[in-house]
T-cell receptor, first 117, second 112 residues
């Protein structure tokens, strides 16, 4: 078990371009979460999946942000028409079952850094 | 408003010394409280999780306490090591499916 894996680790893109990040959760973890984190702040929740179902997406920052988990395994987070304000670290996490209320551990990946120039 | 406040904002101590980080929260309904360690540029790593009925939990040299009456938690680090240099984040869970309320973290620097 190699933990939660995120790719790419770093991405520099020009404003207006689209970017996609991939997350491979810990195998058998049915819950997958996406967060955004800026310097000096705690992670900001974006969306989460239970298997392939996206159960919460109202926290996605705008309609330029979308996430998928088509087969209930890996997930992708896409940002369209990037803006400089999108520069941040995008964190993926996974858990076995409903981690939040049950107290199960949420395991985070190393994050994907996005710089929009 | 659900909030988590941590203090101090930053702390510098000498290697081998002990330290205590504080977390105050106003979150309702409360489900559990977590402490995470986050190295610069890396993802957070879970240290402890405590539910309402637990008032202390240890993980090696890390000991977390919880006072649900005063809505305070602390993280005590014993015999600090250089590798303890990181941000320590307190996270309180609202009793729902996804809402984690994150503190801004305490940046800890251990000096040799």
């Amino acid at each position: 078990d190699t933990g939660v894996s995120q790719n790419p680790r770093h991405k520099i893109t020009k404003r207006g371009q689209n970017v996609t990040f991939r997350c491979d959760p810990i195998s058998e973890h049915n819950r997958l979460y996406w967060y955004r984190q800026t310097l000096g702040q705690g992670p900001e929740f974006l969306t989460y999946f239970q298997n392939e179902a996206q159960l919460e997406k109202s926290r996605l920052l705008s309609d330029r942000f979308s996430a998928e988990r088509p087969k209930g395994s890996f997930s992708t987070l896409e940002i369209q028409r990037t803006e400089q304000g999108d520069s941040a670290m995008y964190l993926c996490a996974s858990s076995l079952g409903p981690a939040v209320s049950s107290g199960n551990t949420i395991y985070f990946g190393e994050g994907s850094w996005l710089t929009v120039v | 408003k659900n909030q988590v406040e941590q203090s101090p904002q930053s702390l510098i101590i000498l290697e081998g010394k002990n330290c205590t980080l504080q977390c105050n929260y106003t979150v309702s309904p409360f489900s559990n409280l977590r402490w995470y360690k986050q190295d610069t540029g890396r993802g957070p790593v879970s240290l402890t999780i405590m539910t309402f009925s637990e008032n202390t939990k240890s993980n090696g040299r890390y000991t977390a306490t919880l006072d649900a009456d005063t809505k305070q938690s602390s993280l005590h680090i014993t015999a600090s090591q250089l590798s303890d240099s990181a941000s320590y984040i307190c996270v309180v869970t609202v009793d729902s499916n996804y809402q984690l309320i994150w503190g801004a973290g305490t940046k800890l620097i251990i000096k040799p």
